[in-house]
C-alpha cells in the first residue's frame, strides 16, 4: 500500500472514531382499545434527558442518538404509564418503536335522571351541553330529535341571515341521564355524560339565558 492510500485509510478510520454513528428512535403512540392515535402524550428517554410529545398523527421522535441502553417513558392523563427499555446499536440501527397505551381502569358508572337547560353545541370532537350556573360542559350521547333539532335551528339562523356554523350554540332543555364522574368523550376530556331522552326545549340563545335568576337555571335531579 502506498502512502497516500494508507493516508487515506487512516484518515477514514479516524473520521469514524472522532464522529461516532448517530441514530434515531421513533414511533405512533396509539389507545389500546380503539387504536386511535393519542395526540399530546408526554414522552421522556433516560439517560439522555430528553422529553417530547406526540403530534396530531400520534408520533414522537428522538434523533442524534448514540448506541446505547435507554428506557423510554410514556405519560398520558387516564392512560396508564409506559415504560420501555430500547437498546441502540450500529446491528439495530434506527429504531421504529410504535406504542398501545392502555386507559386506567374506572368505577362502576352510574346514572341519574336529571332535567337540564344550558347552552348546547353539536361539533364532531365537541359535542356538549353547558348546564346553567355551571362550568363544566357534559358530553352528550343525542338521538336523532336532538340532531335533526339542531339542524332545523342553524337553518333558521341562516335564513336571518346571521352567520353560523357547528360551533354554534344554541339553549336547551333536555331529560335524560347524568353519569357520575369518569372519562368521557373523544380524547377523555370530560367527566360527565348526559344521555339524551327527550328535547323538551331548543331555540337561538338569549342574551338573559343562563344569567343568575332566570327561570331555567336550575339541574332538576330524581324527576321524570
Given at each position: ?56 398523527n400520534?408520533q ?13 417513558k ?16 450500529d ?8 406504542i ?7 368505577p ?15 361539533f ?20 336523532s330529535?336532538l340532531?335533526?333539532k ?47 331522552e ?7 340563545l ?19
Amino acid at each position: 500500500m502506498d502512502i497516500k492510500n494508507y493516508l487515506k485509510v487512516f484518515l477514514l478510520i479516524f473520521t469514524c472514531s472522532a464522529y461516532p454513528q448517530q441514530y434515531s428512535l421513533q414511533g405512533r403512540i396509539f389507545d389500546s382499545g380503539n387504536k386511535e392515535v393519542l395526540i399530546g402524550v408526554k414522552v421522556r428517554l433516560l439517560p439522555a434527558k430528553r422529553e417530547t410529545s406526540t403530534g396530531i398523527n400520534g408520533q414522537y421522535m428522538f434523533d442524534s442518538l448514540s448506541a446505547g441502553v435507554y428506557l423510554l417513558k410514556a405519560f398520558y392523563i387516564g392512560y396508564q404509564e409506559i415504560s420501555d427499555t430500547i437498546e441502540i446499536s450500529d446491528k439495530s440501527g434506527n429504531i421504529v418503536n410504535d406504542i398501545y397505551m392502555t386507559p386506567e381502569p374506572q368505577p362502576a358508572i352510574t346514572y341519574t335522571d336529571t332535567i337540564i337547560s344550558g347552552r348546547y353545541n353539536n361539533f364532531v370532537k365537541y359535542n356538549a351541553v353547558q348546564p346553567c350556573n355551571s362550568r363544566e360542559r357534559w358530553w352528550v350521547i343525542g338521538n336523532s330529535e336532538l340532531y335533526n333539532k339542531y339542524k332545523l335551528i342553524l337553518s333558521k339562523i341562516s335564513r336571518n341571515h346571521k352567520p353560523y356554523n357547528y360551533h354554534t350554540e344554541v339553549f336547551v332543555t333536555l331529560k335524560g341521564k347524568v353519569s357520575s364522574i369518569g372519562i368521557f368523550g373523544r380524547r377523555g376530556g370530560f367527566l360527565h355524560q348526559f344521555i339524551v331522552e327527550k328535547v323538551l326545549e331548543m331555540r337561538p340563545l338569549k342574551e338573559n339565558d343562563c344569567k343568575k335568576g332566570s327561570a331555567r337555571t336550575q339541574i332538576y335531579k330524581g324527576k321524570k
